[in-house]
Each structure stands twice: as C-alpha cells, then as structure tokens.
C-alpha cells in the first residue's frame, strides 16, 4: 500500500473528528455499566413480612444499593428512613396502589417525602377497570396526581404489566399503553418501564424509547424464557396474546439486556431494579440477578 499522502491524512482526520462529535455525551470509549443496581423489593416480600430489618440488611449485603419499596409492612416513614441510613441505602422509588392514590394522595406524598423517594408508581389497574372508560379515568388520574406530585417535589410514574399491550375498544385504535402515554402529560406522569412484562406483551422496549424519548426514568429488570412454557400464568397480568414462558433470573431467559441498555441514555433510564415476582430462592436469586448485572457492559 503507497504511504499516506497530505490530503488524504487530512481528509481522514476531519472525519474521524466529525465521527466523534457526533457520539453522544455518554457513548465514551470505555463500555458502561449499571453504577447503582437497585432492587423491587417484592421479591423478597416473604421475608420482609417476618423481619422486615434484617430482609433490609441482607439486600444491602448482598450489595445493592436502592431499593424500591412494595409495602412498608406496619412501618413509619420514619421507621423505614432509619432500617435505610442504618444500611447505607437509598429508596429513589416506591410503589403506591390506586386507591391510595385516588383517596389518599396528599399523606402519600408526605410520607414519600420523609423515606426520601423521588418517584412515586402505580403498579397495576385493576381488571374491572379495563375498558375504555376506566382508561381515561385512570389517565385523568394520573395527570392530576402528577401535578400534586410534583409540587412536592416528587415525580409520579405508572408501571406496566402484559395486559396494557392487549387491544381495547374505545380507545381510537390506541393500545391501552399508548393510550396513557399520549394522553398524559409527559412533565407529570412518567414510566416505569417493566421490560420483562413489555416483551411477554410482545412489544420492542426500542420503539417506545424512539417514540417517547426521556419518558422512562425507572426500568424493572427480570428476565423471561421460553423453553419452558409451564410455569405461573400470571393471572391478571397477562392477556390471550402475551407470549408464553416463565420468569427468570436476570441473564438467564431471552432478553437482550446489552441492546436495551446501549439505549438507556434516549429513553432517560436513571434507576434499574432487578425484581423476580416469584423467586425459587429468593436471596439466591437476587445475587445472580445482581452479579450479572455488576458485570453487563454495554
């Protein structure tokens, strides 16, 4: 090959520089990695109900660093701050059912504020509630409790099951999940967004972080597999079209955690929680979850 001549040196130079340029901030040389793995601390409900410090202690020992909270099981708020200083955690989020959020908003946020969550979740519609009117009902909700939210300081957030991705007439053609997200405002209701659950209702976590950028602060991490399709049926959660198989411990189904993640930046993820709603060891399995992802580059 003839030495490199004057102008093409130059002209390669001025391409890589370009190249370079137009990395986003965060796509530096070295891979990344999940600095502060949390946890959805329903995996561990069974024990938190029976020494809810000592379940605490273990968590952090296990070594993470947040968790998220299901239940405060009898605890004040300012019980909970304590288990959590004593432990050197943080809790950024909690989940809040619907009732408490449509009857009981302004004591929930005053507790949320004292534990020090940043995000308040709502987890779950009820089946009842599932149509077209119940929908809007949940959605008008929702933008009302975010405005409250965030007067305090305090992001509200709504999490995902399969059952979101099932069709609902009434909606204009929309999938319960794209009904909410257009017919919220996305300054006051946020996403968490549980990518386990996104991909048994057979949707691309991608295509809603290209479509709704910065929408998704909280992700749930559990994974799922399909070469055993036997397991729970996850009544309630899911619907005739979700796809069939069982949960798993993180690295151990069928999700691509590298090309989810290579996109957190677009979809504005801040906080990962491991969870595992039906864990066969549950302190064994939070480890394996937690050490796969401590080593994840991406």
Not at 7 to 15: L, P, Q
Not at 104 to 114: F, M, R, Y
Not at 261 to 278: L, M, P, T
Request: aromatic share 12%.
């Amino acid at each position: 090959m003839p030495p490199m001549n004057r102008r093409t040196f130059i002209g390669t130079s001025i391409a890589a520089t370009l190249s370079a340029a137009a990395k986003p901030s965060w796509a530096a040389d070295s891979a990344h990695h999940i600095d502060r793995i949390g946890i959805q601390l329903y995996t561990v409900r069974d024990a938190m109900k029976t020494d809810f410090e000592g379940t605490i202690a273990k968590v952090a020992q296990t070594g993470y660093k947040e968790v998220e909270f299901a239940g405060y099981f009898g605890k004040t708020p300012e019980q909970v701050r304590a288990v959590l200083q004593q432990n050197g955690l943080t809790s950024p989020s909690t989940h809040i059912d619907y009732e408490n959020v449509e009857n009981k908003w302004p004591e929930t946020l005053e507790h949320a504020k004292i534990i020090g969550h940043s995000f308040i979740v709502c987890p779950w519609i009820d089946e009842k509630q599932r149509n077209a009117e119940g929908w809007k009902r949940a959605a008008d909700l929702f933008n009302n409790a975010g405005a409250a939210a965030q007067k305090s300081g305090i992001q509200f957030c709504y999490h995902n099951h399969a059952f979101e991705f099932e069709p609902a007439e009434g909606l204009g053609g929309k999938l319960p999940y794209d009904f909410l997200l257009a017919s919220t405002d996305p300054k006051l209701v946020k996403m968490e967004m549980d990518l386990c659950w996104m991909t048994v209702g057979n949707q691309d976590p991608l295509k809603y972080f290209v479509a709704y950028p910065g929408r998704f602060p909280l992700v749930h991490v559990k994974d799922w597999t399909t070469k055993d399709a036997n397991g729970n049926n996850y009544e309630g959660a899911t619907g005739p079209h979700s796809k069939p198989g069982h949960m798993t411990n993180v690295g151990q189904g069928d999700i691509d955690w590298k090309r989810i993640f290579a996109n957190s930046n677009e979809a504005g993820i801040q906080h990962y929680f491991v969870e595992n709603d039906e864990p066969k060891s549950a302190f064994d399995d939070i480890k394996i979850s937690r050490d796969y992802l401590a080593k994840l580059t991406f």
